[in-house]
Nanobody
Framework: QVQLVESGGGLAQAGGSLRLSCVAS????????MAWFRQAPGKERVFVAA????????YYADFVKGRFTISRVNGKNTVSLLMDNLSPEDTAVYYC??????????????WGQGTQVTVSS
């Protein structure tokens, strides 16, 4: 059972930056790809970014391309999401997930508890 723990959420001003981190407790997490999703109040959880654990290929939702960067820390089962040029529309709970590299929530069997990101205008 892979456990994921996110950190790094908080409050930022529009145009600012935040970095989220996700640590996987089990070394077997290396067999999965990692992703970030987000869920705003009253909305569905949507795909933000993903990275293949093997090879490091990255994938982004159109609304974060050029602003967010997903990366991994080799040997530490950690993936991070650097969020630049934040806007109030980025306000949401951000979730780390482990599974197949797709944009669908149902393809990720493991989830973190989520971390709140709030961007003020």
């Amino acid at each position: 059972q892979v456990q994921l723990v996110e950190s790094g959420g908080g409050l930022a001003q529009a145009g600012g930056s935040l970095r989220l981190s996700c640590v996987a407790s089990d070394p077997t997490a290396g067999a999965y790809s990692m992703a970030w999703f987000r869920q705003a109040p009253g909305k569905e959880r949507v795909f933000v970014a993903a990275i293949r654990w093997s090879g490091g290929l990255t994938y982004y939702a159109d609304f974060v391309k050029g602003r967010f960067t997903i990366s991994r820390v080799n040997g530490k089962n950690t993936v991070s999401l650097l969020m630049d040029n934040l806007s109030p529309e980025d306000t949401a709970v951000y979730y780390c997930a482990a599974g197949a590299v797709t944009t669908r929530t149902e393809d990720y069997p493991y989830w973190g508890q989520g971390t709140q990101v709030t961007v003020s205008s």
